[in-house]
């Protein structure tokens, strides 16, 4: 069986990230750029003063014995959002507020707490300026010190976060190139299976499945098409999968474990979708089915088909573990998978061994800083458990009694 | 100055979850459940064979000498989603799938792999077992184990996830009871400010902090309205804020700092809207001013005032400490605040104090495990760095040098 890091990359090589569309930047939330983004300004745009306080040439600072004040002439006045009328003149100073530009000319700033008014003479305004440690430069952000024109602030695949597309617009990006969502088509199979908003008889379940795949293609950012169920027979399955390949990716729940009807390989393979794997060293999992739909002469990448096993919890670790990343290579997002930190875990724990398994878990803060808790699930059908979880504990197969306190690799199941 | 603790305090005493709607749990992703949600089923619903193998009585292998193979009668075999037909009879055995469930009055499963087919005689086959370490109840998982009928098995204000989804779905609710998102309108103020289109003249800026917030909104699973840039004058201001006092939350950014021109005040105070506090002692996000509009008849919350300050990682942060929460508050979410879990340093720091700040940070995973970096950024306009960030540092007032490995507070920017 596979391990599920040569699985990843056998999904990974099928996909190139979709060609690029130009799209406003308030609509491009979560999806990610296309190309690398040089900077069109200079930040601070200016030199920027870091105080309230006054704004000197430090020709007029410097050398002077510091016992004594430095008088000086208050040449004018700068709010915030103004500019400077004119540069400032030997032996002049510019009141300036924090975040105001610099006047031409000047070179340091002396804050408020290091002034004092002086005598008003003949209709001028001098104050009294104290500075201690002065040295030039002081207190300015230099124009450009955060980002120069030119400079590239974005990386082709990073994500359009909040942050991001705050930057965006400082720099006057209205459109960016970004990768379209992907379509993901959802198939459960089975004659087992009733709509969730159906009452099951007996022997039969809710297709829970379904509406968990569309919230987790949704929380990926991409684009969910529901199929519904397809019973088990060749037609409906045929009919339904039909349909299903000319999305991007076909999520098919059910119908790949070893216990069901060997129906679905056989349909997918007369309907052109080759198996790149089935089974992967992974629990839960295991009966994990991938292959590949060759593209048509207008689509630049393969129809991605996995059959998912039926169970929830099961169908939700591959999804988390194979599909997001393939979606999210296809958005051309640079980090494809999972944030993965090691944390203590919060209780000992015994792993019988087997599989590599994934457990549900919850980080959380504890007196002795973070840890992880794993939660007492009751296997791959248990979605009670999973609903409580913020992450997944990753243990290798080897059975191991995990003493309080050990470290093991945590995925986050944020959105990043 | 408030604390951020307090100040955090302070607004979320203004708010209550708002009325619930029924809504199709499958628009009702990221909202938060109004009530608690007691199970429909148990789970599993029968007892369920965790093994492929043999259901079997367990009277018919207890007591038998251990060297001999115990044959058994084959009564009928059950795959996943077929009902067993009849009640096991004594002296049978029931070929049995994993997953599927247990017939009447059998109460143990022997792993296929402790079997051999048995010598078919008249038409009837045969198993032989040699099951090792026999206890009743082995390889079964008993109905209900998961959770029973009646069980509570989600919370009021747990948020509507993909694996709480599926678990609703597996238990038949098509709608549930959530809190609506609510609509935050976020102007922009200033004479300095141009459209992120626009080109800015000299002393311009373009208003990054209008699109940023609205994706923050979003994020926050809210509604943004976005009502553009008000110029610094009374009836700019006036007609603006009176569009906007309309939303269940108000954003201004700008027209809240030491150095700006003091008409916002002066325009919420005119239109109803009283002060609740101004400052908090925080960095970046010092003039941070909160005020409430007490309700209309028609509505159970006031609007909620923020002037955040114009610096565009100040409104940043500010947004994140004080108004996702109260969005998350209106929503019913029960968990308001960021995870925050404390993190070692990569490197080491030098904080100079004066107030709390909120630094941008990179989590990653080193070879000594989990750590956080502090971005070299260059103040509360400094977007360029904040777009690297993942999360927050938090350090507390006082000067201090921090030493690589020293553990501070990170708050995550991902979306929980």
């Keep these: 069986m596979l391990p599920v890091s040569e699985a990843q990359v056998a999904v990974l090589q099928c996909v190139s990230p979709a060609a690029s569309v130009s799209m406003p930047i308030t609509d491009a939330q979560g999806l990610s750029l296309s190309a690398d983004i040089a ?38 006045e700068i709010m915030a959002g103004q500019v400077p009328r004119s540069p400032l003149a030997p032996g002049c100073a510019t009141r300036i507020m924090t975040g105001a530009p610099l006047p031409e000319a000047a070179d340091a700033v002396v804050m408020l707490e290091e002034s004092a008014a002086g005598e008003p003479r003949d209709g001028t305004t001098y104050v009294q300026l104290r500075p201690q440690n002065f040295r030039k ?25 909040p942050a991001v597309i705050g930057l965006l617009a400082e720099m006057g990006f209205d459109k960016v190139d970004v990768c ?47 199929l519904g169920i397809a019973r088990d027979n060749e037609s409906a399955l045929r009919n339904a999968i039909s349909r299903g390949i000319k999305a991007d990716i076909l999520l098919l729940s059910g119908g ?3 216990g069901d009807l060997d129906l679905v390989p056989g349909v997918l393979q007369s309907l052109g979708v080759r198996q790149v794997f089935h089974k992967v060293f992974l ?7 991938f292959g590949v739909r060759d593209s048509d002469a207008d689509r630049s990448n393969p129809t991605l088909v996995f059959g998912l096993p039926g169970n929830p919890v099961s169908s939700f670790v591959c999804f988390e573990l194979f599909v997001r990343p393939a979606i ?22 015994t792993y019988r061994g087997g599989r590599p398994v994934y457990l549900p878990a919850v980080t959380e803060e504890s007196e002795e800083g973070p840890c992880v808790r794993v939660l007492a699930w009751r296997g791959s059908a248990d979605l009670r458990r999973l609903a409580e979880a913020n992450a997944l504990i990753q243990l290798s197969q080897e059975a191991r009694e995990y003493a309080s306190g050990d470290s093991v690799p945590v995925l986050s199941l944020f959105e990043d």
Tied chains: 1, 2.
Excluded: C
């Design 39 to 76: 900077s069109t300004l200079d930040s601070p745009p200016y030199d920027k003063s870091m105080m309230d306080g006054f704004a000197v040439m430090s020709a007029d600072i410097l050398g002077k014995p510091s016992d004594d004040p430095i008088e000086l002439t208050v040449q004018e």
């Design 137 to 161: 430069g002081q207190n300015i952000l230099p124009r450009g010190a955060s980002m120069k024109v030119g400079d590239t602030v974005l990386r082709q695949g990073d994500a359009l976060t």
């Design 180 to 226: 379209p969502p992907p379509r993901v088509a959802a198939l459960s199979t089975g004659d087992e299976l009733v709509d969730f908003t159906a009452q099951p008889a007996a022997g039969q379940i809710r297709n829970s499945n379904g509406p968990m795949l569309a919230a987790q293609i949704r929380a990926a950012r991409a684009i969910p098409i529901e």
């Design 256 to 258: 790949v474990s070893a």
């Design 283 to 289: 629990k839960p999992g295991k009966p994990l089915w």
């Design 328 to 349: 999210r290579k296809l958005m051309g997002r640079r980090a494809l998978h999972r944030q993965m930190l090691s944390f203590p875990l919060a209780e000992a724990y």
